[in-house]
């Protein structure tokens, strides 16, 4: 059986993984990956976490600047809001990425925020 090449398994756990593509422009001291516990023993069910986080961490890079990630983020937010209900698995692995996509968009907007306007860029 053919393995997914962002799932990687440490003591019998499988983790997300997935290196973040280069940009210009953007702070060296930013994670190069990003790395996610699947909180899943079972590959099938792994495989079926790892889709959602791989559509979040896409939907996040593909995005041209700032602004537009933010709102990505914000509508990510607001659909994990408005869907959560309880804390299994597959909410846990989700809420952790989004989580980690904020981080690092904060981490990215800051040297822009500091040596830009003293303001976040406005939000559609």
């Known amino acids: 059986m053919a393995r997914a090449a962002y799932i990687i398994k440490k003591d019998g756990r499988c983790w997300f993984q997935k290196r973040f593509c280069a940009q210009s422009g953007i702070a060296p001291g930013l994670a190069s990956h990003c790395r996610v516990a699947l909180r899943a023993a079972n590959y099938r069910q792994a495989v079926s976490r790892m889709l959602k986080s791989m559509r979040m961490v896409q939907s996040y ?7 537009d990630r933010a709102n990505t983020l914000l509508a990510e937010m607001q659909r994990f ?44």
């Open 81 to 124: 809001n408005a869907t959560a209900g309880g804390s299994d698995g597959d909410e846990l692995v989700e809420r952790r990425t989004l989580e980690m996509l904020v981080t690092r968009f904060i981490s990215e907007a800051r040297p822009a925020w500091i040596l830009g306007p003293c303001r976040w860029p406005k939000v559609k």
């Open 61 to 67: 890079e593909i995005q041209a600047d700032i602004v």
